[in-house]
């Protein structure tokens, strides 16, 4: 049976070449999005999971609210890991992470005469082998890390700077000394939230020796907890232990105790964010590398969905659509004996083959062009045939389940014919059979006209970030790292520059938007000390408003013509807000207190708000301090565009004055829009599969357009006869797929608008959805539609009459 059922499968499949042709393209894309999709599903799942405790390492965080400022960051004091193994139980390990240069992503390297930037150093403790797995290529993870100047190096990092991993016990010079190589560990898997190139024994720096628990050490503290236990009532725990240390600390810096503290609507919190989390649901500040986000998971998921189940559909129209030319056949098979179990399984049969032929297509598409996706998405996606045992198995089992889900309707449909109607010719007398088909097919238009409003929508939130004033000017503005190494020099630096007539302004700063910022507590003079303010700090040199185009609301900038302005702050209009100030804002005090030090700060200005975070979040309080002499960043303003002749001019003139660093810089604009480099590749790939989706089922169309105008032959022969134009025959055959159109607009829209709605909550700001695109997009599906189906159309209407007059 299997043998005649697979020899009158392929029969079928060679006698209607342009319908299996249709079919297999169609599912064949379906599979290779669907599959695409999901590689990239499972990757942005597994993020952390090799580690052997994944499900028992946990990150500390903290929460809460200083005068109505609301703050979250997964960072913490230095000694708090080390506390909550020691006074809580069931906390087995604890290990810090500190990025070894906060102010930048880089730091100088120097090995013999040779230097190199390196990305992603990192201090860390000894027990830090304890909880992550770490495959060592040299050296022993025992001791490692447990006195000073010790490193380790990365594979790629070792062999980039000596040529091979045999390197333990070689050096090389950090912040002006030397560390020994104590190992040689494999990279970092691409499925971390974090990778590291260098990492560096804590006991090196300072650090071990900070015991404030309010004051940001920029700590990620990370925990292993015992296995069983619940988190909950561990992070109740770690939030008791924390309290008494914390409020000891809150007496000292304000004055004020935990009661009071409280009493003035403040709050906070500790947090345990389980590590397997992290990659998916954290978004707040100061994470060690941007995240991604769980609704792109749940966006890719509905798409490679849709585009599956609209390549089965155009299966199912066709097959439904097909069942008058295969009536006979069944009718015969039941005269001579054949059971309607037997022919459901036949055709049944013939889906499934369809779609291991589709699958193995598919499959080599895939092999082609992963290499080319993997680069477009920035991952490292493979699909493991040999590693993971459940990937065949999967694919054979999603062959079978595509083949079933889109054959065994028209399989029902026509193992049910009876004989009668095929000696009638009655098989398709009525309406009834086809309202399944009219709805699969007003199912394939709403798919694709939601996915054309989620696409014109998407794509105007990016064109709305990358042109929204954010009130600075970003563009013309090249910015130079690791600026401390001009040490004393700034000024002869900065004017050195400004002799050349193309360059406009240079400022230094501590940070830069799209970078990180501290925050530090501060009150108003005269208010109760509980309530302070955490606003967001930027210390710059003068001339900063010049090179970014600030715009002052009140008052000047700082200006060396003052010599009062080192205990001088200008602040934003978010500040004045939070703060509460009434005009004039200028003349008035702000108050820092930390350990008893009360220094008082004058507002000289008010300057306009302007986006010195991603646009996912508020603008928020920033306060400005003139800093005059600490630079870490160097921001260069052209009076045009930024052209390699001006970056050779800056590197030269860095160059002269400094010989210990090699010259790295990047351009503002770049780095702003980098801030948003995930919503960018999103939309990219969002809008490649719903292009892909579209032209599907535009497949589906121009084949059941073609059987249409098939089935209407003799029809279209009589109303030629009858002087009928070719418009007008056009027209008759349009008028069914207008009026799905119209049908899949009434329910496509509402649903698009929800979707879109939702996903732009994402944003703190984002575009509004314009009435337009609804109408737009029902047009553009119709336009497409009609495009699909019109070659078939026009080719039916210019027939000569008497050739479809004898068609029967």
Request: with cysteine.
């Amino acid at each position: 049976m299997f043998k005649n059922f697979l020899k009158v499968s392929i029969r079928n499949l060679v006698r209607n070449k342009t319908y299996s042709f249709i079919n297999i393209l169609g599912l064949s894309i379906g599979m290779v999005c669907s599959i695409l999709i999901t590689l990239f599903i499972v990757d942005e799942l597994s993020y952390d999971r090799y580690h052997e405790n994944a499900e028992n390492i946990y990150r500390v965080g903290l929460s809460g609210s200083f005068g109505g400022n609301e703050l979250k960051a997964y960072v913490t004091g230095s000694p708090a890991g080390q506390t909550f193994v020691e006074q809580i139980p069931e906390v087995l390990k604890s290990s810090r992470v500190v990025k070894a240069s906060f102010a930048s992503a880089e730091m100088v390297v120097n090995i013999d005469e040779r230097q190199y930037l390196e990305e992603n150093v990192f201090y860390v403790d000894s027990t830090f082998f304890d909880i992550f797995d770490v495959d060592f290529i040299n050296g022993n993870p025992q001791g490692a890390l447990s006195s000073p100047y010790k490193v380790i190096l990365s594979e790629s990092t070792a062999r980039k700077y000596f040529g091979n991993t045999n390197v333990v016990g070689k050096s090389i010079q950090l912040f002006g000394d030397e560390y020994l190589i104590t190992g040689i560990v494999e990279d970092t898997p691409s499925n971390s939230h974090f990778h590291y190139n260098i990492l560096i024994s804590i006991v090196s720096s300072d650090i071990p020796t900070y015991t404030t628990w309010l004051a940001n050490d920029m700590s990620y503290t990370y925990l292993l907890l015992e296995e069983g236990v619940n988190p909950r009532k561990v992070n109740e725990k770690i939030h008791d232990v924390a309290l008494t240390h914390i409020e000891r600390e809150l007496v000292m810096s304000l004055g004020a105790d935990l009661e009071s503290f409280y009493e003035a609507g403040n709050y906070f919190k500790y947090l345990l964010q389980p590590i397997i989390e992290i990659h998916l649901h954290s978004h707040t500040d100061f994470e060690i590398e941007p995240n991604s986000n769980i609704l792109y998971v749940y966006i890719f998921s509905i798409i490679a969905l849709f585009i599956l189940v609209v390549a089965c559909i155009n299966f199912m129209n066709l097959s439904t659509a097909r069942s008058a030319k295969r009536a006979k056949e069944v009718g015969i098979r039941k005269v001579v004996g054949a059971s309607r179990g037997a022919l459901f399984r036949q055709f049944v049969f013939e889906s499934i083959v369809l779609s291991f032929i589709s699958l193995f297509i598919a499959m080599i598409i895939i092999e082609s062009i992963l290499p080319v996706f993997n680069n477009f998405i920035s991952k490292e996606l493979n699909v493991g045939y040999a590693t993971n045992p459940l990937v065949i198995p999967a694919l054979i089992l999603l062959a079978i389940f595509v083949g079933l889900f889109s054959g065994a309707y028209s399989a029902g449909y026509l193992s049910s014919i009876k004989i009668l109607s095929v000696i009638k010719s009655s098989v398709f007398s009525g309406k009834s059979h086809s309202w399944f088909r009219n709805f699969l097919v007003i199912f394939q238009f709403t798919v694709s006209i939601v996915l054309f409003i989620c696409t014109f929508v998407i794509y105007s939130q990016l064109h709305y970030i990358k042109n929204k004033d954010i009130g600075f000017e970003k563009e013309n503005i090249l910015i130079i790292e690791k600026a401390g190494y001009l040490g004393n020099s700034f000024n002869s630096f900065k004017q050195e520059l400004e002799k050349n007539s193309v360059v406009t302004a240079v400022a230094y700063s501590n940070t830069l938007p799209g970078k990180i910022f501290g925050g530090f507590p501060m009150s108003i003079p005269g208010e109760n000390t509980e309530e302070s303010y955490v606003p967001r700090l930027l210390r710059v040199g003068y001339d900063f408003d010049e090179t970014y185009q600030l715009e002052m609301k009140e008052g000047r900038f700082f200006s060396r013509d003052f010599s009062t302005d080192s205990l001088a702050v200008i602040i934003n209009e978010s500040a004045v807000k939070e703060f509460g100030l009434e005009e004039p804002i200028v003349g008035q005090k702000i108050v820092t207190n930390y350990n008893n030090n009360v220094t008082e700060w004058n507002i000289i200005g008010v300057v306009k708000n302007f986006n010195f975070r991603s646009l996912h979040q508020d603008v928020g309080s920033l306060v400005l301090i003139n800093d005059d002499g600490h630079a870490d960043f160097i921001s260069v303003r052209f009076n045009a565009g930024i052209n390699h002749e001006a970056i050779q001019l800056v590197e030269n003139t860095w160059n002269k004055f400094v010989q210990d660093a090699p010259f790295e810089y990047s351009i503002m604009e770049n780095d702003f829009i980098n801030l948003h480099k995930e919503e960018f590749k999103t939309g990219e790939v969002f809008m490649v599969f719903s292009l892909l989706a579209i032209f599907i089922a535009c497949l589906g169309l121009f084949g059941l357009a073609s059987f249409m105008a098939e089935q209407k032959t003799k029809e279209i022969g009589i109303r030629k006869a009858l002087g009928a134009s070719v418009l007008t025959i056009v027209r008759l055959l349009f008028k069914q797929f207008t009026l799905w159109v119209i049908i899949a607009n009434v329910v496509a829209w509402p649903l698009a608008y929800f979707f879109m709605k939702s996903w732009l909550q994402n944003y703190a700001y984002h575009t509004d959805i314009k009435l337009w695109i609804f109408p737009a997009a029902g047009f553009l599906a119709l336009f497409i539609a009609l495009i699909t189906v019109s070659y078939q159309a026009i080719t039916a209407a210019s027939k000569n009459p008497t050739e479809s007059l004898r068609y029967e």
